[in-house]
């Protein structure tokens, strides 16, 4: 039997509830009530074959609440005339929201429309637009849009998040809600400056750059690996954090700089002559290209095997011509078949305008699954000795 049930009629009015349909018309104040629903009853033949789970069909779905169900009159030669539901529609809104026991939800929205044409009413198409979302937020909307009017008071603040002041709020709240605070902020600007913001930091973790905050400082971490060329008195281990203007003034004597990507292996790094170890944060070279005294030292960037790990590097040599790739190579891969694993999100580029021709192999023959599904040989799975063997013969 695939005639209509109650549960069939919810089922289609959650559907529009879950696509933001119900509380969108509230925004909009364009009712999408009444509403046909989708119905199917049984047939002519239906009543003469199967007359008594018809009775019990119409019996049962005339117990559906909250839906005007249209009766007609089906005449069969033999049973004569009988009433049918043929039809069902949802009257308005509330009907609905009782259907779905969703009442609250729908009282809820409205309290928000009510904050938001008082205060924000450029934002009610916001609310329109992402209902479900909005509503998610609604113990925390008037702080929420407390914290747009600010920003709009204060267009490129050029403060850090933490001294907004509005009385209320405070910079974790502001960090907790950053997503939903830059669609609001950009729905409320100007599409054109909206539009050029999220050209410019597409990464929702940019949210104090993208809107005129103060960004956290970049933090440089590096170890010294040879004694002779120290840059401060230490007894032990000289490993620094500096932001990117400091790490760009250093006097540094070392002229061999290591970048790597993990951070175990940055720390094991061992001490070699004339050198330094940098600790990498993928593809943020920016606040290194900073420092200038790197052209005219020689850098080795070690990184992972896989697809993401030649992008990488073709983004260093962008700003470094010179930079060589270490461990890199197609001997160290196959030397350790046992430790390859899956790279979950190959890179989708054919090909990198600064990758060496034996580089450009490797990633081709990755690309093209030569060695293996998706292979991976991530570098702390390269063995320390043969680490140590490959250092040596850069001396």
């Not at 959650?14 to 119905?39: D, H, V, Y």
């Not at 199917?40 to 559906?64: G, T």
Request: a neutral charge; glycine letters at 4%; proline letters at 3%.
């Amino acid at each position: 039997m695939n005639w209509t049930t109650e549960h069939d009629i919810r089922a289609q009015v959650l559907k529009w509830w879950e696509r933001g349909e119900i509380l969108s018309s509230l925004a909009t104040g364009q009712s999408i009530f009444p509403r046909r629903l989708k119905f199917k009853c049984p047939s002519s033949a239906d009543l003469s074959e199967r007359f008594e789970e018809v009775r019990h069909w119409v019996a049962a779905i005339r117990q559906s609440k909250h839906v005007r169900l249209v009766m007609s009159e089906k005449n069969h030669r033999v049973l004569g005339k009988n009433a049918m539901p043929t039809a069902g529609w949802i009257e308005s809104i509330d009907d609905a929201l009782k259907l779905l026991g969703k009442l609250d939800e729908g009282a809820r929205f409205k309290d928000m429309l009510e904050l938001t044409r008082a205060s924000h009413p450029h934002l009610i198409g916001y609310l329109a637009k992402r209902p479900l979302r909005a509503l998610m937020l609604y113990d925390r909307w008037q702080r929420i849009l407390d914290v747009v009017g600010w920003y709009e008071r204060n267009p490129n603040p050029d403060i850090y998040i933490r001294q907004v002041d509005t009385g209320t709020i405070h910079s974790k709240f502001i960090e907790e809600h950053q997503s939903v605070l830059a669609e609001l902020i950009s729905y409320a600007e100007d599409s054109v400056i909206a539009e050029e913001r999220k050209t410019l930091y597409p990464d929702s973790s940019q949210f104090a750059v993208r809107f005129g905050f103060k960004p956290k400082p970049v933090r440089i971490s590096f170890r010294v690996l040879d004694r002779d060329c120290s840059l401060i008195d230490v007894a032990g281990d000289e490993h620094i954090g500096l932001n990117a203007d400091s790490f760009a003034s250093l006097k540094v004597k070392a002229k061999r700089i290591f970048i790597v990507e993990n951070e175990t292996n940055f720390l094991a790094f061992p001490q070699t002559k004339n050198a330094m170890v940098i600790f990498g944060s993928g593809y943020g070279f920016k606040a290194l290209a900073e420092a200038k005294w790197l052209h005219d030292c020689k850098i080795y960037y070690w990184g992972d095997i896989d697809t993401h790990g030649f992008a990488i590097l073709n983004e260093a040599r962008s700003h470094w011509s010179h930079i060589q790739s270490f461990l890199m190579d197609e001997r160290t891969l196959l030397a350790h078949r046992q430790s390859w694993v899956i790279e979950d999100s190959p890179c989708n580029a054919n090909s990198f305008d600064f990758l060496t021709d034996d580089e450009q192999r490797i990633y081709s023959s990755l690309k093209r699954q030569t060695w293996g599904l998706k292979v991976r040989l991530e570098q702390e799975f390269v063995g320390w000795n043969f680490m140590l063997e490959a250092l040596e013969l850069l001396e």
